[in-house]
């Protein structure tokens, strides 16, 4: 297990019970949308990497903030309606199930934009 990996670990076991099978969850959609992913810590979030950062995701009081950035926030907005986003950000309520296969497309669509980067 990587350093990252580890990390990534720590962050979700220090989260309350009831939030880190979410978690997890959101983990599992994220890695296997892009096995080749590398899992760190950044700005104090975990962060999933292949050339260049590709999402980002919190535990918040109230919701889960996850951070694809804008570009991704655009490009999915008719499928992010049920959410509240922002420039770069989506909430999703713990109450609310995880969208796997939108959270999978967004992964997937930033792996394409960092891998057509000059």
Known sequence: M??????????INSCSDD?????KELREAILN?????TEKISWQMPTF??????IHFAANKKHIGIYP???????FEDRLKPYKTSKGA?????????????IQDIVKFNVLVN???D
């Open 2 to 11: 990587n350093e990252g990996t580890q990390l990534i670990n720590e962050y």
């Open 19 to 23: 939030i880190q099978s979410k978690l």
């Open 33 to 37: 949308a892009e096995p080749k992913l």
């Open 49 to 54: 990497h292949l050339n260049g950062n590709v």
């Open 69 to 75: 950035g804008e570009q991704a926030i655009e490009k």
């Open 90 to 102: 989506i909430q999703i309520p713990y109450d609310k199930e995880l969208d796997v296969n939108l």
């Open 115 to 117: 891998n057509n980067r």
